[in-house]
């Protein structure tokens, strides 16, 4: 009888324990949340998958991208497309990554700068086995203004 009393709680101390959230490293402090300012540009390197958005671009925001340059032969022929909002702001690419948390993707990592919290690399793969499917952002030169 003592086992089936202690189960029900053991069971939800588990459940709640799964649903705390990231655990920091020991020693470490939290990674700050990041707000996106209304201006700031990166460089964005898209490599992985089948996609129109492949390369490297230096990327100006002002609320949404007003520039995007190629820095690549990839990311050039990718601009020449001149699809719309191709090239996507910071607050997009983790929209996207929280959508295919949503959607079950097999792998959605973001990672994130210490000291502000900004994204700077994020990986989501839908389906482990399949081939192509993937997307591999990573964002550096991140600056404000």
């Not at 997009?92 to 502000?116: N, S």
Request: with cysteine; charged share 30%; hydrophobic share 35%.
């Amino acid at each position: 009888m003592r086992v089936k009393t202690v189960l029900p709680g053991l069971v939800l101390l588990t459940l709640t324990g799964a649903c705390a959230g990231p655990q920091e490293s020991a020693g470490q402090p939290p990674t700050p949340t990041w707000t996106a300012p209304a201006k700031y540009g990166f460089t964005l390197d898209s490599q992985c998958g089948e996609r129109a958005l492949i390369g490297r671009f230096r990327v100006t925001v002002r609320d949404e991208v007003v520039d995007a340059e190629g820095l690549d032969d990839a990311a050039r022929r990718a601009l020449m497309l001149r699809l719309a909002d191709l090239v996507p702001t910071l607050t997009r690419l983790e929209a996207e990554a929280e959508q295919a948390r949503r959607d079950g993707a097999d792998v959605v990592t973001v990672e994130r700068d210490p000291a502000d919290g900004h994204p700077t690399k994020i990986t989501i793969d839908p389906a482990r086995n399949a081939i192509d499917d993937e997307t591999c952002y990573t964002i550096e030169d991140y600056t404000i203004g």
